[in-house]
């Protein structure tokens, strides 16, 4: 089930995947088979996530990280 209110840019998505509202996964994501997305999560390209994930709300996958000193 995928929420009509999340953004999935992906064509990888396993059965079983559950995407709730507000939840953006970009082109290039991976979705296993029985994955569960909560709302307001962000899964950038190239991230792949394996079978039976379950990623929690507000969650943010794939950043690119910052510089030495970032905070």
Known sequence: MISAHAVVLTDTIGPG???AEFAVVREGVH???DVTIHPHVTIEPGVNIEDGVEIFPGAYLGKEPKGEGAT
């Open 17 to 19: 995947v559950k995407i």
């Open 31 to 33: 979705l296993g088979k």
